[in-house]
């Protein structure tokens, strides 16, 4: 029989950081209170911030929204802070976007006129010691067998993506395409790790006066990942790797900083309608999908919660609930 010895280290042990790991327990308080801190000490001064944020993404402006971000990170010196003061936008990317146009020529299917891209970064129940991990991407790609995206507005999709379902959810076509986000591992990771991520203001934080720097490093570096994502998707689509006519959904799931923007043309309503009124009749193509039965058929359909995420002041559900939106999972 073999003798534990004290010290040695078993391999299939899980790595714990301990709680004095600067980042994920312990936390020193600046002298002075930031503006953030004061701001943040009501969860309707939190959530007000939050919605300027989230306008800022949705509206495209996200120039305004990094610089907003930079602003209120100034402040804070802590080991989230310096993450994101480290994580500059040209270091992040997303990578694949170039197989995607030769990918669709072979496409023997419905043109794509739109594509879903979700991040999530939620927690892996399996510790991996001392690795850090990106997160992952829910990707769906759509033609206008799901929801008529060739003629919709961008008002019209945003509008679409409030509802409980979402016209598109389940009709996403089979078409094997992969991306990886990568340059966030490090922010990624300490995300996860972080033990401030809840300020219940019943007075049991121990800090009178402020919201806790902690808590605070926390949500900016959460809104922080999510401008770094929509900052590489605009990349991708200035750099013309989206199909002609094809718009890209992009949003984040359950990482407490939740959006969605809508990147792509708007339609070309003219030419749009002179397509869907030819000139000769024409017999319209039946397209027969298979059924794919409900995991359980005598349920309710589940209601859908982005709209409700968008306006939430507390931290976002679980990425299932959106995954229908985005699409699959897909690990890089």
């Known amino acids: 029989m073999n003798a534990y010895l004290p010290g040695a280290g078993l391999p299939e042990m899980a790595s714990i950081p301990d709680s004095r790991t600067e980042g994920v327990r312990a936390y020193r308080e600046p002298d002075e209170p930031r503006p953030l801190q004061i701001t943040f000490l009501e969860a309707a001064g939190e959530a007000a911030w939050a919605a300027n944020m989230r306008s800022l993404l949705a509206a495209g402006r996200v120039a305004e929204a990094d610089a907003l971000l930079a602003a209120d990170l100034a402040g804070f010196d802590g080991a989230l802070?310096?993450?994101?003061?480290?994580?500059?936008?040209?270091?992040?990317?997303?990578?694949?976007?170039?197989?995607?146009?030769?990918?669709?020529?072979?496409?023997?299917?419905?043109?794509?006129?739109?594509?879903?891209?979700?991040?999530?970064?939620?927690?892996?129940?399996?510790?991996?010691?001392?690795?850090?991990?990106?997160?992952?991407?829910?990707?769906?790609?759509?033609?206008?067998?799901?929801?008529?995206?060739?003629?919709?507005s961008k008002a019209d999709l945003l509008a679409e993506c409030g509802q409980e379902l979402p016209a598109w959810v389940d009709g996403e076509e089979d078409v094997?395409?992969?991306?990886?986000?990568?340059?966030?591992?490090?922010?990624?990771?300490?995300?996860?790790?972080?033990?401030h991520r809840y300020f219940l203001r019943d007075g049991r934080d121990g800090v009178e006066g402020r919201a806790p720097g902690g808590y605070v490093e926390f949500i900016l570096a959460n809104w922080l990942l999510a401008t770094r994502f929509l900052q590489a998707a605009e990349r991708a689509v200035s750099e013309d790797c989206l199909p002609a006519g094809c718009r890209l959904i992009v949003g984040t799931i359950g990482i407490n900083a939740d959006f969605v923007a809508i990147l792509g043309p708007e339609p070309n309503i003219t030419t749009s309608a002179r397509r869907?009124?030819?000139?000769?009749?024409?017999?319209?193509?039946?397209?027969?999908?298979?059924?794919?039965?409900?995991?359980?058929?005598?349920?309710?359909?589940?209601?859908?919660?982005?709209?409700?995420?968008?306006?939430?002041?507390?931290?976002?559900?679980?990425?299932?609930?959106?995954?229908?939106?985005?699409?699959?999972?897909?690990?890089?």
Request: glycine share 8%; hydrophobic share 45%; proline share 8%.
């Open 81 to 152: 802070a310096r993450l994101c003061k480290a994580t500059s936008a040209a270091d992040v990317q997303l990578s694949g976007w170039e197989d995607l146009i030769p990918i669709l020529e072979e496409w023997e299917g419905p043109p794509i006129t739109a594509i879903t891209l979700g991040l999530t970064n939620q927690r892996d129940l399996v510790f991996e010691g001392g690795e850090a991990g990106e997160p992952d991407l829910m990707l769906g790609l759509y033609s206008d067998d799901a929801y008529t995206f060739s003629t919709a």
């Open 176 to 195: 094997e395409f992969h991306l990886t986000f990568s340059g966030v591992a490090q922010l990624n990771t300490a995300l996860i790790n972080c033990k």
């Open 276 to 332: 869907a009124a030819p000139a000769e009749p024409a017999f319209a193509t039946l397209t027969v999908k298979p059924w794919v039965p409900r995991e359980d058929p005598t349920a309710d359909p589940v209601a859908h919660t982005l709209r409700r995420q968008i306006r939430a002041l507390e931290p976002v559900a679980a990425p299932g609930l959106l995954a229908r939106l985005f699409g699959r999972l897909r690990r890089g």
